[in-house]
């Protein structure tokens, strides 16, 4: 079945880029029936979805408006791998994140086991 | 943007009690991309319901959802101890998704 490893620091200081990575199991990065999306989660925020990838022919990225400034999201289909880049952070950025599956269905699943990323000095 | 809303912030009930969760949308949500996940401390979310009335793999039928437009719902008919947890609703559309705040159902 499909599986999903996030890796990634866990703290990270205000200004600087958040950085994390998705390792994909049982599936492919660049499957044509698949996107792979990031989400987070902090008490103020609830659960927030910050965009996505996928591949049609080429690549292609959805991202949420509130972040879209400061998000990126890659693929790297020799590791079957999808990365997420935040920039500038502040403490409001603090949020355990998810990486997800999407199979174009309107639900998001399976789930990565979530990573806790702290922003402060 | 849909903005999601759902009532009651907490529900306290005892096991074997029937809950009734409510989530609306700010504008009307396609029923095919309603769904309901349920959340655990220190999990990820885990998807429920699709398709507002869909259960997913796995789920016990005392779970069910219904629902058009802007109002939707999700029943548990007699809550098990497993049960207590925080619920969400999720829409999607317009090349994105978003979530309600969330239904806390806790012991009484």
């Known amino acids: 079945q499909v599986q999903l490893q996030q890796s990634g620091p866990g703290l990270v200081k205000p200004s600087q880029t958040l950085s994390l990575t998705c390792t994909i199991s049982?599936?492919?990065?660049?499957?044509?029936?698949?996107?792979w999306n990031w989400i987070r989660q902090s008490p103020s925020r609830g659960l927030e979805w910050l965009g996505r990838?996928?591949?049609?022919?080429?690549?292609?990225?959805d991202y949420a408006v509130s972040v879209k400034s400061r998000i990126t999201i890659n693929a790297d289909p020799s590791k079957n791998q999808l990365s997420l880049q935040v920039n500038s952070v502040t403490p409001e950025d603090t949020a355990v994140y998810y990486c997800?599956?999407?199979?174009?269905?309107?639900?998001?699943?399976?789930w990565g086991q979530g990573t806790l990323v702290t922003v402060s000095s | 943007e849909i903005v999601l809303t759902q009532s009651p912030g907490t529900l306290s009930l005892s096991p074997g009690e029937r809950a009734t969760l409510s989530c609306r949308a700010s504008?009307?949500?396609?029923?095919?991309?309603l769904v309901w996940y349920q959340q655990k401390p220190g999990q990820a979310p885990r998807l429920l319901i699709y398709?507002?009335?869909s259960r997913a793999t796995g789920i016990p039928d005392r779970f069910s959802g219904s629902g058009s437009g802007t109002d939707f719902t999700l029943t548990i008919s007699r809550l098990e101890p497993e049960d207590f947890a925080v619920y969400y609703c999720?829409?999607?559309?317009?090349?994105?998704?978003?979530f309600g705040p969330g239904t806390k159902v806790d012991i009484k």
């Open positions: 997800a599956r999407d199979g174009w269905l309107g639900w998001l699943g399976p």
């Open positions: 049982g599936d492919s990065v660049s499957s044509n029936n698949a996107a």
């Open positions: 990838t996928y591949y049609r022919s080429k690549w292609y990225n």
């Open positions: 504008q009307s949500v396609s029923s095919r991309y």
């Open positions: 398709g507002a009335s």
């Open positions: 999720q829409q999607y559309g317009s090349s994105l998704f978003t």
